[in-house]
């Protein structure tokens, strides 16, 4: 897979995810997408960001809109995450780590004075033709949901222009 830019399309990719399905990027051709990367699930900032998009989900729905979460735990762990947390959005399991790299989000972290690869809280707005068309990096949790959803607000007014 080669490198995600802004105003590139993204090429399709498929992964699996929960609700025992695979999910493909051509799935939502028509639809907005939401990919946010996170570290870990049932950690603390995770799970404040999940609960962020959550709890927008409905707004983010009104504007066409779908939120996938990407992180490199398994689907059985995203199965569980998802359960206890309610989120009402699917979770894609990239061990792989094919989408992570194509999105370039795996960083060097110092966890205990050890130098490990981890993923980066990243998340990026795909349009409905499949091109990336905003990203976040370096994402802190609080207010990052409500910025994105006025990305969002944001497409859709210049789509109806």
Known sequence: MSQIAIGKAIPDFSL?????????LSDFRGRNLVLYFYPKDSTPGCTREGQAFGDLHDSFHKYDTVILGVSRDSVKAHENFKARQGFPFDLLSDKEELLCRAFDVLKE????GRKVMGIERSTFLVDAAGVLREEWRKVKVDGHAEAVL???KGLHARNDE
């Open 109 to 112: 972290k110092n966890m205990y």
């Open 16 to 24: 699996p995810a929960t609700g025992d399905q695979t999910i493909r």
């Open 150 to 152: 006025e990305a969002v």
